[in-house]
């Protein structure tokens, strides 16, 4: 197949690269990533190319402080606008291939496929945005606990800081998100730890004293911060107030 050059990027084709970025590890952003080779093949465009948007939508990314080249277009900075703005509409499933949660995804399509109704359909939407989020936070946090710094993803948990029930809003923003172990995410989730201001990581003083001691012996002290995504500290806050057992 011969490569199209110098054609105009089309809106489609933005989002299918910018949905690359979201669940693409920072230091990823490049042609001879496999992901990047795959996207450009399915565009007809080449690995150069798709890498050289992806670093483009980084420099439009508020959340980080590398940016990228900044020679955006207004339909760069559109897309990007619209995508964050009404990101469960933007979701599919083929997004997730190769990757955490597409299995389980595949396994709702069916079901979808094999039950009518509405509830079944809003099963399948709901788990697509579920394993979006999670390949995100996973992805933003380089597969790395932001408490411990445990690195098997069978281990690991995308956490909502804002629960996914509480706040419509904020279920696929990805600042809504850790990257946690199970057992930190249980703790971070039943208020016996949280977030300070300074990033450190609190301890209820409601944990009996040995756990406490267990859980701050494989802790870092304080939060290992993402290169992108960074948690929302107003986010954090709420959780300190509302729902930390100091």
């Not at 007809?44 to 439009?60: E, I």
């Not at 949660?101 to 399948?124: M, Y």
């Not at 004293?209 to 290169?227: A, M, Q």
């Amino acid at each position: 197949m011969k490569l199209a050059a110098g054609r105009s990027w089309t809106r489609d084709e933005l989002l299918d690269v910018l949905r690359l970025y979201c669940v693409t590890p920072f230091g990823r952003l490049h042609h001879r990533n496999p992901d990047v080779t795959a996207l450009a093949t399915r565009l007809d465009r080449t690995p150069g190319s798709v890498a050289y948007k992806l670093v483009n939508f980084a420099s439009l990314d508020p959340t980080i402080d590398r940016k990228g080249m900044g020679n955006t277009s207004a339909l760069d900075r559109a897309v990007w606008s619209e995508f964050f703005e009404h990101m469960d509409q933007f979701l599919e499933p083929t997004d997730l291939q190769g990757r955490d949660g597409f299995e389980e995804t595949q396994q709702a399509l069916h079901e979808v496929d094999c039950r009518e109704g509405i509830d079944s359909v809003g099963l399948a939407k709901r788990r697509i945005n579920q394993n979006f989020f999670r390949a995100m936070i996973i992805a933003s946090f380089d597969s790395q606990c932001a408490m411990t710094g445990i690195s098997d993803r069978r281990l690991l948990v995308a956490s909502h800081i804002e629960p996914w029930a509480k706040n419509a809003a904020k279920r696929l923003d990805p600042r809504n998100g850790l990257c946690l172990n199970y057992v930190h995410d249980a703790a971070f989730e039943k208020g016996l730890i949280a977030v300070a201001p300074d990033f450190s990581i609190l301890y209820s003083s409601q944990l009996p004293e040995i756990d406490h001691k267990k859980l701050r012996s494989v802790s870092h002290e304080k939060l290992t911060l993402p290169d992108r995504f960074k948690p929302d500290p107003a986010l954090l806050e709420k959780h300190r107030k509302e729902r930390f057992l100091g």
